[in-house]
């Protein structure tokens, strides 16, 4: 028999795991938990692809409820990303004007890398004439910058990579709103199941 491996996933998400798994226990008789940390022990299951999309549609109903729940919280956090998007533009425009005057290569990498020196990493909250000032800074003694920004939803999250005789990271932090969690557990869950069903034989078409 498997052993159920430890759970690689952050504790909220592990939370909803927990509160997922007598709902879909009752109505296919399959953990939740085992499926998604050792699948291989369902492969034999009779019905089990048509189990896969029960589960799905169990999961999914279970995460719209919650979000449910957090519509204020979810109005804040639109204003929240709204506002972090606009400070983006703000920056990386600083960025790219100042870089170009003092001759720094600035680019968006299509992946990067880092060494066994990790980076400093500096998080801001907001736009203005501080931080326009260490930008400046951080251009003047830098050799180059990565734009290794990241997309949530239809916003931009700034993260730059200044690196010179010390890379630092300039960056802004995700907004603390349980619909995030939310997200991330989902996200998660149907990131598993849909690599389980991967491993499934096809259906041979009739």
């Given at each position: 028999?498997?052993?159920?491996a430890?759970?690689?996933w952050?504790?909220q998400t592990?939370?909803f795991?927990?509160?997922?798994e ?5 109505s296919?008789k ?15 299951e ?12 169990t ?29 983006y533009n703000?920056?990386?425009q ?12 600035f680019i ?13 990493t ?12 260490l930008?400046?800074k ?47 557990a ?19 078409e009739?």
């Amino acid at each position: 028999m498997a052993e159920e491996a430890e759970a690689p996933w952050d504790a909220q998400t592990d939370a909803f795991v927990d509160e997922l798994e007598p709902l879909i226990n009752d109505s296919y008789k399959i953990s939740i938990r085992k499926l998604l940390l050792t699948p291989q022990v369902y492969l034999n299951e009779e019905g089990i692809a048509d189990k896969l999309n029960g589960i799905r549609k169990t999961a999914e109903d279970y995460f719209s409820g919650l979000e449910a729940l957090f519509a204020d919280e979810e109005e804040e956090m639109e204003k929240q990303l709204e506002a972090i998007d606009s400070a983006y533009n703000q920056i990386n425009q600083s960025i790219t004007s100042k870089s170009s005057i003092a001759r720094v290569p600035f680019i968006k990498p299509l992946d990067i890398t880092f060494g066994s020196a990790q980076p400093e990493t500096i998080f801001i909250d907001k736009a203005d004439s501080q931080i326009d000032a260490l930008v400046t800074k951080l251009i003047n003694t830098s050799d180059y910058i990565f734009n290794i920004s990241a997309t949530y939803r239809k916003y931009m999250i700034g993260i730059w990579l200044f690196s010179g005789k010390k890379d630092i990271i300039l960056s802004f932090k995700m907004p603390e709103n349980p619909i995030i969690a939310i997200e991330n557990a989902r996200d998660i869950i149907n990131n598993y199941i849909d690599s389980f069903e991967n491993t499934l034989p096809k259906k041979e078409e009739e």
